[in-house]
């Protein structure tokens, strides 16, 4: 199956800088198949613009999701290691300064596991596709003639 978008897509017409090129095909698939599998892979003629916008939005969700996931198996590692440094947010080489991230372990784990990704996931999905009759889980009416 093919993606939603293609970078071009992404960083033109949706304007997206978060992915780099070289982390968007693997990206854009995953973000592709959890829309796919919420719209029933329906035929998405009329709402092509309305999908891959919402495509672009759960990417982003993703590649978010899994770099604070590397940032926290880094955090562990480092633990272990016996070099607690924390997780660095943001960082200024003149007059050096670094600010960390003030989040406890357990509410680092549970941003990172994978029902938060969901949760994210399907609350942009229905959001962005709710109008769109995209996510009707029915059975569509047949009337006998």
């Known amino acids: 199956m093919t993606n939603y978008i293609d970078y ?8 997206g800088s978060l992915i780099p090129e070289t982390d968007f095909e693997k990206t854009a698939t995953k973000a ?7 719209i029933l892979n ?5 709402f092509e613009s ?12 993703v590649y978010k999701h899994n770099q ?6 880094e955090m562990i590692e480092n633990i272990s290691s ?22 406890s372990m357990s509410e680092l784990k549970v941003l990172c596991s994978d029902a938060e990704l969901q949760l994210q996931v399907n609350d942009e999905i229905n959001s962005s596709l709710l109008f769109t009759g995209l996510l009707y889980q029915g059975i569509d009416y047949v009337r006998d003639i």
């Open 32 to 38: 592709s198949n959890y829309v796919r599998l919420r």
């Open 50 to 61: 309305a999908v891959k916008n919402c495509t672009c939005e759960v990417a982003e969700i």
């Open 42 to 46: 329906r035929n998405i003629t009329g």
């Open 68 to 73: 604070l996931k590397k940032n926290y198996q």
């Open 82 to 103: 016996g070099n607690n440094s924390g997780i660095v947010t943001s960082e200024k080489v003149g007059d050096y300064s670094v600010s960390k991230a003030s989040l």
């Open 8 to 15: 071009t897509y992404y960083s033109s017409v949706f304007g």
